[in-house]
């Protein structure tokens, strides 16, 4: 049996999309809202993202001309407007990952609500009224949520990993991310003897590299995902700007943001590669 290929536009043979969740200090402060710890190291390390990492990675940007897609939570938007001036000037998408990085299976569906329309609020007083697409926060979703972002007219999620192309969930765009292709779950570090250390640049990318290959042939999508206070550093950054920089001059892939690649799902595939909320497990099984 041979199932239906992913078509790209152009006769390309896949398609890639770079994402930056802009996250700074926020999951930090999000995480101990309660009782914040008097304690500085996990905070400075995150603070370094808005202070150099998110330039550098614009800078990278810039010299390889790609257009990224940055998902922002509202505080980020409150205290460093410029940088996130600096990404919207540069022409990248710019996309909601609510108010202070809130976790949606943590929250009521009014508090849902209210850190959304918050941090589209925040985004907003800094870079103008747009339609901005939707990454929730540490890749969680709830049948909720995606009632709330339909209602408030948000034209796609990027939060899933059903297929490795775009498809419908629950009558959004989806355009899915993987944990593969996450730079946290390589580098993520943050002192205290918890976790493993992080791994060579060389070996991460490596293992981006593989996975590109394997989506090409399937003719998927290229979703890889950094972050500003991770990847900013020095030779996390060389290692991607190489590996960018071959993909960029692959002729066999459509380069888009996840806005660009919304559309074209909406446009191209209305009828097809559909799922919902029916499916096995979220009905009660
Ligand atoms: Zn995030």
Redesign the pocket.
């Known amino acids: 049996m041979t199932k239906t290929t992913y078509a790209w536009p152009d006769g390309k043979r896949c398609a890639a999309v770079f994402s930056i969740?802009f996250?700074g200090q926020?999951?930090y402060l999000w995480r101990s809202r309660h009782n914040r710890p008097d304690t500085l190291g996990e905070l400075e390390q995150r603070a370094f993202g808005p202070r150099e990492g998110i330039y550098r990675i614009l800078g990278m940007l810039s010299d390889l001309d790609i257009r990224a897609s940055f998902?922002i939570?509202g505080v980020i938007a409150e205290h460093y407007p410029e940088a996130v001036e600096a990404i919207a000037q540069a022409g990248h998408e710019i996309g909601l990952?609510g108010y202070l990085?809130e976790r949606v299976d943590e929250l009521t569906e009014e508090q849902v609500e209210e850190s959304i329309l918050r941090g589209k609020a925040a985004l907003e007083k800094v870079i103008g009224p747009r339609t901005m697409g939707f990454r929730s926060?540490?890749w969680e979703m709830t049948p909720d949520t995606f009632e709330l972002i339909k209602r408030h007219g948000i034209p796609y999620d990027s939060s899933l990993m059903g297929y490795d192309h775009p498809y419908w969930f629950e009558d959004l765009p989806e355009i899915p991310v993987q944990w593969l292709l996450d730079d946290a779950i390589f580098y993520r570090y943050t002192g205290g003897g918890a976790g493993n250390p992080p791994l060579n640049p060389r070996t991460v990318i490596d293992t981006w590299e593989q996975e590109f290959e394997g989506i090409k042939r399937f003719g998927g999508l290229f979703l890889l995902t950094v972050?500003d206070w991770i990847s900013g550093r020095g030779s996390r950054l060389i290692a991607l700007e190489g590996l960018l920089s071959r993909l960029k001059n692959d002729p066999e892939v459509w380069w888009a943001t996840c806005g660009e690649i919304a559309e074209y799902h909406a446009r191209q595939y209305a009828g097809q590669f559909r799922e919902s909320l029916g499916g096995l497990g979220h009905d009660g099984l």
Request: glycine share 0%; net charge negative; no cysteine.
């Open positions: 969740d996250d926020t999951p998902f939570p990952h990085h926060p540490s972050h």
